[in-house]
Each structure stands twice: as C-alpha cells, then as structure tokens.
C-alpha cells in the first residue's frame, strides 16, 4: 500500500502563489507517474497536471496551462504543484495520486493512490 500525503494548502489572495507537495511512501516512487486533481465545492474531481515517472514529460489542464507547473524529486519521493497567478476559480481541495500507467495522465481511472488532499482557497 503507498501512501500519499499533502500539505502546503492555505489561503492566499488572487494573484499569488503557492506550492502544494505530496510525499510518498513508495520505495519505487519513480516508477509512477504522480497527478494532481482538484475538487471544488458541489463540482466533480478534474484534472490538474501530471508527470511521467522521469519527469520530462507533463501535461496541463488548459485552465491552468502557463500559471501551474509540476514537478517531482524522486530522490525524495516528492512531487510538487507551483501555482502562481492564482485565481479564485482555482479554489478546490487539491489531491496528489500516482498511477502505473505511462499514457491517459488525465484519466482519473488510471490512477491507483491518492492522498487525503489539501484546501487551497484563493480570495479576491
């Protein structure tokens, strides 16, 4: 069983940043490819960033392309979600998961763990 833990939420105001990270008990952490997913208040779970295994390959949800950037430390079995320019649609509970599948990083289905999350709430 991987566990997976968040922190770094908070509450900022429009237009600033914040990193959240996940910190993984895997010992082969870098044989998953780790995504970041939100939930917002009365909305679905959707899709935030993801990256492969390496971490030279991410993909970006369009509403976040340019302001989000994903990154992972495999030495410390961490990966990390920088927000900048936040806005308050980005207000959500942000969770970190990892998946064994190399393709699809935006389907929630392909991924197998996922952390508790952690609220990000962005004020105007």
């Known amino acids: 069983q991987v566990q997976l833990v968040e922190s770094g939420g908070g509450l900022v105001q429009a237009r600033d940043s914040l990193r959240v990270s996940c910190a993984s008990s895997?010992?082969?952490?870098?044989?998953?490819?780790m995504g970041w997913f939100r939930q917002a208040p009365g909305k679905e779970r959707e899709f935030v960033a993801a990256?492969?295994?390496?971490?030279?390959?991410?993909l970006y949800a369009d509403s976040v392309k340019g302001r989000f950037t994903i990154s992972r430390d495999n030495a410390k079995n961490t990966v990390y979600l920088q927000m900048n320019i936040l806005k308050p649609e980005d207000t959500a509970v942000y969770y970190c998961?990892?998946?064994?599948?190399?393709?699809?990083?935006?389907?929630?289905?392909?991924?197998?763990?996922w952390g508790q999350g952690t609220q990000v709430t962005v004020s105007s």
């Open positions: 990256i492969n295994r390496s971490g030279g390959g991410t």
């Open positions: 895997a010992r082969t952490f870098s044989m998953y490819t």
């Open positions: 998961a990892a998946s064994y599948y190399s393709s699809n990083y935006n389907n929630e289905g392909t991924y197998v763990y």
